[in-house]
């Protein structure tokens, strides 16, 4: 998406491009009852227009090809049925555009059966149009029951 910065009025428009994402992450199961994994992940735009180098005026609305990084904790205790994951995720380097981070604990009442309680939070960074626009420091908090079975 470009926004023309003539117009007196916010304007949005689109160009067409070719995009290549990738992601490479790491997880490690060495420590008992527990997982910790982080990941990478990056987009190449490869004929992408400065914001300079189109026509006058003419910018990207937000980087398209910002990096992301991201982290998790999960732990199991109570012999498996109590679940705690934590997970954090930031966005772009060069121009921060924010971060989302989530708590959330699980409990296995019985097989197949899951209660579990969580908080999110939302966190832009400045005016920066990327991921996490329109969210303004959001925070959540949610509960999930959750029952799996098997249609024969």
């Known amino acids: 998406a470009v926004t023309d910065k003539r117009e007196p009025v ?4 689109a160009e067409r491009r070719e995009r290549a994402n990738g992601l490479v992450g790491l997880t490690y199961a060495g420590i008992e009852d527990a997982t910790i994994g982080i990941e990478y992940a990056q987009s190449v735009v490869p004929d992408a227009p400065e ?3 189109g026509a ?3 910018e990207v609305l937000a980087p398209v090809d910002a990096p992301a990084f991201a982290a998790r904790w999960m732990h199991r205790l109570l012999r ?9 995720t930031a966005f772009g380097v060069r121009e921060f555009l ?5 708590v959330e604990g699980g409990y296995q009442i019985v097989d197949a059966l899951e209660i579990s309680l ?6 832009p960074h400045g005016d920066a149009l990327g991921p996490l626009l329109g ?3 959001n925070d959540r908090l949610f509960t999930t029951l959750r029952w799996d079975f098997v249609l024969d």
């Open 135 to 137: 969210f303004d420091d």
């Open 56 to 58: 006058p005026g003419i």
């Open 118 to 123: 969580g908080y999110a939070t939302f966190q």
């Open 10 to 13: 916010f304007n949005v428009a």
């Open 80 to 88: 498996e049925r109590l679940r705690i994951t934590v997970v954090a």
């Open 98 to 102: 924010g971060w989302f981070a989530r």
């Open 51 to 53: 914001p300079s180098a």
